[in-house]
């Protein structure tokens, strides 16, 4: 339940920070005439990298976009993941933030990023750790994640995106320590127009 309330308030402050960013946008165009705010989620299945485990579960986050740089667009991204089924061997959740970087190909902007950030793992019934007698539930790691991805426009707000990371967890339940998941998520981008405030109709 936490977890789920925690990618709630992620969405509500995503789109809060959009709100307060559009009305300053209203009173100074000229000055935020390069901001560029989107909000995501997404369906995400992810393998754990933990004996076969498999997991179905929502991610969301918001990125704010800076100047662009040589024809590509870098922005900051804070997302969130959260599994509502975690399989029979382990969930995961993670809160991650860092840098994307796009390039506008027409409709189709591919992306790469590099994100950081902290995350817990959940054994369900628990798992043993190989060659001892330390029993886990649970455990937590920084979580270390390349990846990218193809956000395809829809309309001038809306576009598709299509996201895979590979993961990097610590882990105290296998021989070497190490732990490695790929996530792929398949979700909808929501586009902040900051520059084209609507006109109140008379």
């Known amino acids: 339940m936490n977890c789920i309330l925690r990618m709630a308030t992620l969405m509500l402050a995503a789109l809060?920070?959009?709100?307060?960013?559009?009305?300053?946008?209203?009173?100074?165009?000229?000055?935020?005439?390069?901001?560029?705010?989107?909000?995501?989620?997404?369906?995400?299945a992810t393998n754990t990298g933990l004996a076969s485990g498999k997991n179905a579960g929502i991610t969301a986050g918001?990125?704010?976009?800076?100047?662009?740089?040589?024809?590509?667009?870098?922005s900051a991204e804070l997302r969130g993941n959260f599994a509502f089924d975690q399989g029979s061997v382990e969930g995961q959740k993670s809160v991650l933030g860092?840098?994307?970087?796009?390039?506008h190909l027409g409709r189709i902007q591919p992306y790469g990023d590099f994100l950081f950030g902290r995350g817990e793992m959940n054994y369900g019934s628990g798992f043993q750790?190989?060659?001892t007698n330390i029993f886990y539930?649970?455990?937590?790691?920084?979580v270390i994640s390349p990846g990218g991805g193809v956000d395809l426009t829809l309309s001038d707000r809306w576009a598709m995106k299509f996201d895979v990371q590979l993961q990097h967890w610590s882990s105290p339940v296998t021989p070497t320590g190490h732990q490695y998941a790929t996530a792929g998520t398949l979700g909808i981008s929501y586009h902040f127009d900051f520059n084209h405030p609507r006109r109140n109709k008379r």
């Open 129 to 131: 750790r190989s060659h």
């Open 62 to 74: 918001v990125d704010i976009g800076f100047l662009p740089l040589f024809r590509l667009y870098p």
């Open 137 to 142: 539930t649970q455990s937590s790691s920084n």
């Open 98 to 103: 860092g840098l994307t970087i796009a390039a």
């Open 16 to 44: 809060s920070a959009g709100q307060m960013v559009s009305a300053y946008g209203q009173a100074s165009p000229t000055a935020t005439q390069a901001l560029r705010v989107s909000a995501f989620a997404g369906l995400t």
